[in-house]
């Protein structure tokens, strides 16, 4: 019944700018933790942004930090994920992620309990 939908990937030019979009549903999107993973070939799934139900705590990797701002519209019930400057290394397919409740747990993967599909971003050299 929970479901979690990406949009938004794409190919870019390095430097460019890239906005995801996650809309939720099937569960009380305004009471939980949502955060963004990401998945390169060969490698393991890692945290790249998260933030709690009314954005008052933010996380963020170092490799991101300062360029991915992530945000949410709880009318929406929809999270999106800014990425600027992009790198060849930011290259992976981006999922979405909640932690249901009011505990955030930040980019600590096992804690989230349901995941989208993912979308494919790609960034050329």
């Known amino acids: 019944q929970v479901q979690l939908v990406e949009s938004g990937g794409g190919s870019v030019q390095a430097g460019g700018s890239l906005r995801l979009s996650c809309t939720a549903s099937g569960y009380s999107f305004s009471s939980a933790c949502m955060g963004w993973f990401r998945q390169a070939p060969g490698k393991e799934r890692e945290g790249a942004a998260a933030?709690?139900?009314?954005?008052?705590?933010?996380f963020y990797a170092d490799s991101v930090k300062g360029r991915f701002t992530i945000s949410r519209d709880n009318a929406k019930n929809t999270a999106y994920l800014q990425m600027n400057s992009l790198k060849p290394e930011d290259t992976a397919v981006y999922y979405c992620?909640?932690?249901?409740?009011?505990?955030?747990?930040?980019?600590?993967?096992?804690?989230?309990?349901?995941w989208g599909q993912g979308t494919q971003v790609t960034v050329s050299s």
């Open positions: 933030t709690d139900s009314a954005e008052y705590s933010t």
């Open positions: 992620a909640a932690i249901p409740g009011s505990v955030c747990h930040g980019l600590t993967l096992r804690w989230y309990r349901h």
